[in-house]
């Protein structure tokens, strides 16, 4: 009797599980491989935290900057509104302006419920009335 058994090259072209398939029919990216997995896993474990300590230690140095502060308003994701109510964009703040700048921003992300705009002005020990 013949055998069953797909071609060791068919096998490979087929994506590993279900949800692989699904992906790669809804023209998602595939999930990675499980050796990329483990790559990436191997990295995590052996490589980041040599290369975290030297770049820590590479900050000592550090002092704020127009570049560390748009890095930091930008991971906080600033919109339009930020602008509107200090009258500067990011990049044009003056230093004294950095502490009020990153405030402002914390508040706009969490402004869009009444619980967690008060939890960070709480946080800030800011009082405000309405809050």
């Not at 949800?19 to 050796?35: A, N, Y």
């Not at 930091?72 to 990049?91: C, K, T």
């Not at 502490?99 to 960070?120: F, Y």
């Amino acid at each position: 009797m013949p055998s069953r058994r797909k071609p060791s090259s068919a096998k490979s072209a087929l994506p590993t599980t279900s949800r692989s398939r699904h992906d790669l029919r809804s023209g998602k990216e595939r999930r990675p491989t499980v050796s990329k997995d483990r790559a990436a896993r191997r990295w995590r474990r052996d490589t980041r935290p040599r290369i975290i300590r030297t770049v820590v230690s590479a900050t000592k140095a550090l002092r704020w900057s127009t570049s560390l502060i748009e890095a930091v308003l930008e991971e906080l994701y600033v919109d339009d509104h930020f602008e509107e109510l200090l009258g500067r964009a990011p990049g044009n703040l003056r230093p004294g302006q950095y502490a009020q700048a990153i405030a402002v921003a914390l508040i706009l992300r969490h402004s869009w419920h009444p619980n967690d705009l008060a939890c960070m002005l709480k946080r800030l020990k800011l009082r405000v009335g309405d809050a």
